[in-house]
């Protein structure tokens, strides 16, 4: 699946915090797929934001990080994220910051589909 950073770390916060123990295996796999490596937290110099008291109020990144790249997801993660993105949809829950997500998770792109190339004959 493709996911750019702001998806991915939305995706983190969607993962449950409380479930059964297999549940927990399969959140904890997809928390650390969905988490950003050390040299991409370098590459595109992601930094947290903070206000005046130093408490994190945000995440700020480079533009470069915002192109989807493949993330390895397992389908068991994949319904999960699903299932709380239509739970919050169908609470009018959403924020504008969730709709990349929503897209990503519950509407994803369908697969391109190759193009009829005629056959040439080269002797």
Not at 58 to 79: C, H, K, M, R, S
Not at 95 to 100: L, N
Not at 103 to 121: G, I
């Amino acid at each position: 699946m493709k996911l750019g950073l702001k998806e991915r770390l939305m995706a983190r916060t969607l993962l449950p915090q409380k479930s059964s123990m297999l549940e927990l295996m399969i959140t904890q796999r997809a928390f650390d797929a969905l988490t950003p490596t050390p040299e991409e937290i370098e590459r595109w110099h992601v930094r947290d934001v903070m206000d005046e008291d130093r408490n994190v109020t945000g995440t700020q990144w480079d533009q470069e990080a915002n192109e989807p790249i493949e993330i390895e997801l397992e389908g068991a993660a994949v319904d999960l994220i699903k299932a709380e993105l239509k739970k919050l949809d169908e609470k009018k829950e959403l924020t504008m910051g969730m709709v990349s997500t929503f897209d990503a998770f519950v509407n994803p792109p369908s697969p391109a589909v190759e193009e009829d190339k005629p056959e040439t004959d080269e002797a």
